[in-house]
């Protein structure tokens, strides 16, 4: 099978022209980020965790199918319903004919194997009401403690966001080939283990929720940075992480303070969307946002998170980043930004989380309150920097330091390097119009 991006790319090929542009791309997109989610949760629960692909390859079929239906005449007035039936229709095939070679959920697996009860089964079992539970499910299944941390997160964001692999790659700062071989593992760990599909509870559902925020945080932060995509920011993936997160509010097993936090980290940040990019695409960077073009109802939905996180007694990185991005937001200007208690935020971040990239964002508020030198300084005094030195950030901010600092030639290499580095257009023409 493709990667979901090439499918996407065929599929919107396929029927571009046949129906309104804008609405015939969008339904595409959607579909495949937001209903294949929901169709591998509930067959999942049917072919169970060892046969994932099963479901994977059953999800493509259906899509397949509605690309060559629907260019034939209209989109149906609900797509998601008539995805089921197709997937319903698709999943009873596949088991017709593997029935004999596979063992399917250990719940129902002798009910799918009787003509008597195979099609009421999968009725039954692979239904819309029941997609809230399922996907809570899948969460936690892909988040088992036999696989490793980079795997769980690689493998949900794969199954139940619907991301690439190049785009998994870019949010771990890794190679596409290491994702490939951590999906593999994934699905290997799955069958050798018979790792089964539910929610944990107790000490394991804690170290689970951990590795599914982990998840969620990496969809959205691919909606406000995309990595593949020819616009900077990709709002309905954005939605589509405050979606998962909220459904985890949905149960009282999962409502946690820390997603409590993180959802107040996503609504502050995603309420600047607007004022990120002009017309043109081209990215406006923080200082020369137009304030008046931010969501304060999304800034006020974020705070009022905020406020149920702090209910807890821990405090997690994720309260942290809110913390910082509500400093951000209730400044009037940027230069009435709380500077100082930025820094001492950051510098908590750090002690709770001391990687490479938390201690370059600080670097960049040093620069604020001590200026360039000391914030050049600061960054080459980064433990462990060679960690991310394919991460394009790192030259893009040490370039707007030496140009701060009046060290015109070491900035426009550094810039070329960042352009080098990143395979989004807009933050290329950004990088190359500093050079000017």
């Known amino acids: 099978m493709t990667g979901s991006r090439l499918f996407i790319r065929k599929l919107d090929h396929k029927i571009n022209g046949l129906s309104s542009g804008s609405f015939i791309h969008q339904t595409v997109d959607h579909l495949f980020r937001h209903e294949s989610g929901k169709l591998i949760a509930s067959l999942t629960k049917v072919f169970g965790p060892h046969n994932i692909e099963l479901a994977e390859d059953v999800v493509q079929d259906t899509l397949l199918k509605a690309m060559h239906t629907w260019k034939m005449g209209s989109i149906p007035d609900n797509p998601t319903a008539w995805l089921f039936t197709v997937a319903k229709?698709?999943?009873?095939?596949?088991?017709?004919?593997?029935?004999?070679?596979?063992?399917f959920a250990d719940n129902i697996s002798h009910l799918l194997k009787s003509e008597y009860t195979l099609s009421a089964t999968i009725n039954d079992i692979v239904s819309a009401g029941e997609i809230e539970d399922d996907q809570l499910r899948m969460m936690f299944t892909c988040c088992h403690p036999s696989l490793s941390t980079e795997s769980q997160v690689a493998l949900i964001l794969k199954t139940l966001c619907g991301f690439s692999v190049a785009e998994i790659a870019k949010s771990f700062i890794c190679a596409v080939d290491t994702i490939d071989k951590r999906l593999y593992r994934a699905k290997l760990q799955f069958r050798e283990n018979k790792i089964a599909y539910e929610i944990p509870s107790g000490n394991e559902l804690e170290q689970r929720l951990e590795n599914v925020l982990t998840a969620i945080y990496l969809l959205f932060n691919e909606g406000y940075n995309s990595a593949q995509h020819a616009e900077l920011v990709r709002k309905e993936l954005q939605d589509e992480a405050i979606r998962l997160a909220e459904?985890?509010?949905?149960?009282?097993?999962?409502?946690?303070?820390?997603?409590?936090?993180?959802?107040?980290?996503?609504?502050?940040?995603?309420?600047?969307?607007?004022?990120?990019?002009?017309?043109?695409?081209?990215?406006?960077?923080?200082?020369?946002?137009?304030?008046?073009?931010?969501?304060?109802?999304?800034?006020?939905?974020?705070?009022?998170?905020?406020?149920?996180?702090?209910?807890?007694?821990?405090?997690?990185?994720?309260?942290?980043?809110?913390?910082i991005a509500c400093e951000y937001v209730m400044a009037n200007t940027y230069e009435q930004t709380n500077w100082p208690a930025i820094l001492r935020y950051y510098d908590v971040l750090y002690r709770l989380k001391p990687t490479p990239v938390v201690a370059l964002n600080r670097a960049v508020i040093i620069s604020e309150l001590d200026g360039p030198e000391a914030a050049i300084e600061a960054v080459h005094s980064i433990p462990g920097i060679n960690a991310i030195k394919n991460y394009y950030l790192l030259p893009s901010i040490l370039g707007e330091l030496h140009k701060k600092a009046g060290h015109i030639d070491e900035a426009n290499q550094y810039f070329r390097e960042a352009a080098d580095l990143t395979s989004n257009e807009s933050e290329k023409k950004l990088l190359f119009d500093k050079m000017k």
């Open 247 to 323: 459904l985890l509010l949905k149960n009282n097993i999962t409502a946690k303070p820390q997603v409590y936090a993180l959802l107040s980290l996503m609504c502050v940040t995603a309420a600047r969307n607007k004022a990120r990019v002009d017309n043109k695409g081209n990215i406006i960077l923080l200082q020369q946002q137009n304030r008046n073009l931010w969501n304060n109802e999304l800034i006020a939905r974020g705070i009022n998170y905020m406020e149920e996180a702090a209910s807890g007694e821990t405090i997690t990185t994720y309260h942290v980043e809110a913390m």
């Open 89 to 103: 229709n698709k999943a009873i095939d596949v088991i017709r004919k593997q029935k004999r070679q596979k063992e």
